[in-house]
Every structure is written in structure tokens, then in C-alpha cells.
């Protein structure tokens, strides 16, 4: 059962207007996620905030979809797992790299593999990296800066994550191609 509507810009609070207008900009269509988040002022508010600021980031637009893709797939939510899988696939991200992350495995390009392992190893840790795990990161090239970066992309993929977990958001058409479903392990937690 699901108590979350898919809002238009017309059926949205006054409050979540300005945030969905701006997806619609950003992406020629609202993603149903922002449709489902536009229920809460606060919450698509600060979506689309922090969003505006990880695509500002020193990372380029296909490490941030490795990203969200490895951050879906470790928190097992399935609309965030196509959509990320499709733009990942339109920044440019090697379909081998997109399959090895939607099946849990480190890409094969280092630099997008050492950004998996930190997101992967975020999530898993609630933020207790160990040092070996910073230091990985750093021998791959990346900054202290950047494992900062990192943290603001996991928070910000948090809240796409954990609305689709909750609104059991449905997916697009354009994105049924890339429909992603939990293991047993994660089903367990949901039941």
C-alpha cells in the first residue's frame, strides 16, 4: 500500500512547486521519486539542494552516477538502481562497469572501482572508515577532499534510497529496461 501520490507541479504543496519545476528543467520530466517526495516541503526541498551541490562537486558526472549506482545497490532500492543505470549509462560509464555495480562488484575501471569501494564501505560502516579504507582511496588518486565529496553524494542518494524503500516508488517506462530487484538477503529486511 502506498499513501505517497505521484504529485504534478498542480497537485504538489505550494512549498514543493519551485523544487519539481526545476527537476523538470534539469531532466525534460519529473522522476517519479521527486513526485513522490514533493509530498514533504522539507524533504524534496533539501533533495533537490543537496543534489544541485554533489553535481557542483570536483567529480565528474560519471564517477557521481558510479556513485549513486553502487549507493542504490548497497541499500537495495530498486528505482534508484534503474534510474542511476540509466545515467550512468548516458554519462558515459562502461556498461561492463554498470553491470559489475548492479550485481555488488567492484567496477572494472580503478578510479570508478576505488569510488564504489568508499561509497560501498560508507553505507556498511555508518561512517567508521578504517584508514586502510581512506588510504585505498587515495592511492587511487583521489583527495581527502574528495572522501568529503563522497559523504555528500551518500547523503544525498540516502534520500532517493530510503523515499523508494518507503513510497515503493514505481518505476517509468523509459526505465523498465533497467529494473533492478533485491537479493533474498535484502527482501528479508523489507518483509
Known sequence: MSTYPLHTIETAPAQSRAALQQLLEAFGLIPNIAAKMAESPVLINGFVGLFARVHASSLTEPQIQALLL?????????????????????????????????????????????????????IEKRGHLAEADQKRFLAAGFSAAQILEVIAVVAASTITNFTSNVTRTPLEARLEAFAWHTDARHAELIR
Open 70 to 122: 553502487t549507493n542504490a545497490v548497497t541499500n537495495a532500492s530498486e528505482w534508484p538502481v534503474a534510474f542511476h543505470s540509466a545515467l550512468a549509462l548516458e554519462a558515459g560509464v562502461h556498461p561492463v562497469d554498470v553491470d559489475a555495480i548492479r550485481r555488488g562488484v567492484l567496477p572494472d575501471d580503478a578510479g570508478l572501482a576505488a569510488l564504489s569501494a568508499l561509497a560501498r564501505a560508507l
